[in-house]
């Protein structure tokens, strides 16, 4: 079974803002290895466990910027302790993605996308994740340096530019944890079924 091109309903299932997990073709390793299985199995290497990790200090991280900027919409944070708490967080998180996503799309995706063939339009997919994620990180920054020099000039001035930075890195978020769900559900099966020395990636943790 191949991964046909998709239609153009396809396309719009697939695109990272509205998809909800992969279609049924893309799943046919998953439904052989699901989550509950991947701890404890023996194929699940140093690599895999790297890579893993860099994903769950993601998901903090996200978790952390959008705690602080909802705290900061409440009031709960006050506009003088905001750019402490947010921007060594946002900053990491922008450039953490950056390096992270150039090391999968110019080495990890054309290994595994050449070890398994089915998989192809799943990798495909990904990339385009990745654009998609880009303009939302370009977003996300630009509304929150608007925010920062927006903080010296009183509340007044300040809802409008905190809507948009809310606004921004919430579908930031949103498609980050999105596609790090859809990435591990299309690559951790792969490496389970062929173990890391098998696909060539036992030495690149």
């Known amino acids: ?9 396809d396309t719009e299932i697939l695109d ?6 992969w279609p049924e073709d893309p799943r046919v390793l998953i439904a052989r290895f699901p989550r509950e299985q991947w701890e404890g199995h023996a194929n699940l290497g140093a690599m895999a466990r790297f890579w893993l990790s860099r994903h769950a200090m993601f998901r903090e991280l996200s978790g952390n910027i959008g705690e602080i900027a909802a705290n900061f919409q ?7 302790e905001f750019p402490r708490q947010l921007v060594p967080r946002l ?11 150039q090391i999968e799309d110019l080495h990890y995706f054309p290994i595994f996308r050449a070890a398994e063939t089915r998989l ?42 905190a809507d948009d930075y809310a606004q921004a890195s919430g579908t930031l978020i949103k498609g980050l944890i999105r596609h790090l769900d859809d990435e591990e559900d299309l690559i951790v099966p792969l490496i389970l079924e062929r173990g890391e020395h ?7 943790g």
């Open 120 to 161: 192809s339009r799943g990798f495909d997919v990904l990339e385009g994740d990745h654009h998609a994620i880009h303009a939302d990180m370009a977003a996300t920054a630009e509304t929150a340096n608007a925010l920062l020099r927006a903080l010296a000039g009183g509340k007044d001035a300040l809802k409008r530019p």
């Open 198 to 204: 098998a696909l060539g990636v036992a030495d690149h």
């Open 91 to 101: 900053q990491f998180l922008l450039s953490q993605l950056d390096v992270h996503h």
């Open 16 to 21: 990272l803002a509205r998809r909800s997990g």
């Open 1 to 9: 079974m191949s991964f046909e091109p998709p239609s153009t309903n």
């Open 74 to 80: 409440s009031g709960a944070i006050p506009a003088a």
